[in-house]
């Protein structure tokens, strides 16, 4: 056998074993929540895409309260059920967002043709010097009119990539399926008793509230939850997919 055919062949093998290491770690650590997996994918990361600066922007548990508490009844407790339930799954959708956020920053790293606009733009507002002196680039110019003419771009044609959202949708209604809906749909076994102000008694009774949830609350309830979390990736992949666009243009300079 040819000795470049016999190079090549055993190129292909190491990237599709490393390939099927990064596969392993990433469901170890998705779904079985084990973190020694992400370290040690961050470190691959590290080496073989020079990623080194992942700072992830987890979800705003606040605003996924809220949401539930759109979804429930006022007399089934919604406040401390919304409570409950966020308490519940917060560790795993911190998973999924992180996962997100290593797939949106690796894009933005290596997406040459916003890098280039970015680097070019930038150039109007601080020096090179400056770019030599700054840890983040965002920070330094997130007040300047072109630059977040350029952001709104980037984020208004990640909206559009018909790609992306089917990817985004995909890996939220599988990881939803397979760690999201167990917990969901037996959440009646996590929820607190509790007791309510009966208000429309002339006297100050107290009434339990219409606990456990009906299945058909809950079925809601986790429809609301599958269109938040595909929302809110979105949101999450094009904040790191940015911040991605930003470090490939710093790294140029340090």
């Excluded at 961050?42 to 705003?60: A, F, G, K, R, T």
């Excluded at 043709?113 to 330094?140: P, R």
């Excluded at 999450?236 to 930003?246: F, L, M, T």
Aim: aromatic share 10%; with cysteine; hydrophobic share 35%.
């Amino acid at each position: 056998m040819d000795q470049g055919l016999r190079r090549e062949k055993r190129k292909l093998h190491t990237v599709k074993k490393n390939r099927d290491i990064k596969v392993t770690l990433l469901n170890k650590f998705l779904f079985e929540g084990d973190s020694s997996c992400l370290q040690i994918l961050l470190n691959l990361y590290n080496i073989e895409d020079s990623i080194e600066n992942v700072l992830p922007s987890y979800i705003s548990m606040k605003k996924l309260k809220e949401d539930i508490v759109r979804c429930l009844n006022p007399d089934q407790g919604r406040d401390l059920v919304a409570q409950n339930i966020s308490s519940l799954i917060h560790d795993e959708i911190t998973r999924l967002e992180l996962y997100i956020y290593l797939e949106g920053y690796k894009k933005g790293y290596h997406g040459k043709k916003w890098a280039d606009q970015l680097e070019i733009l930038s150039f109007n507002y601080v020096s090179v010097e400056d770019i030599y002196k700054t840890c983040q680039l965002d920070s330094t110019l997130q007040e300047c009119q072109g630059v977040m003419g350029l952001k709104e771009k980037v984020f208004l044609s990640l909206e559009e990539d018909s790609y992306l959202r089917n990817f985004l949708k995909d890996v939220v209604l599988a990881y939803s399926n397979r760690v999201l809906k167990p917990k969901i749909f037996h959440v009646n076994k996590y929820l607190d008793r509790q007791l309510m102000i009966d208000c429309t008694s002339k006297d100050i009774q107290f009434i339990e509230a219409h606990l456990p949830l009906k299945f058909k609350d809950i079925a809601y309830l986790y429809r609301r939850l599958l269109k938040f979390l595909i929302k809110d990736c979105l949101r999450v992949y094009q904040k790191a997919y940015w911040d991605g666009i930003n470090d490939q243009v710093l790294n140029r300079y340090q």
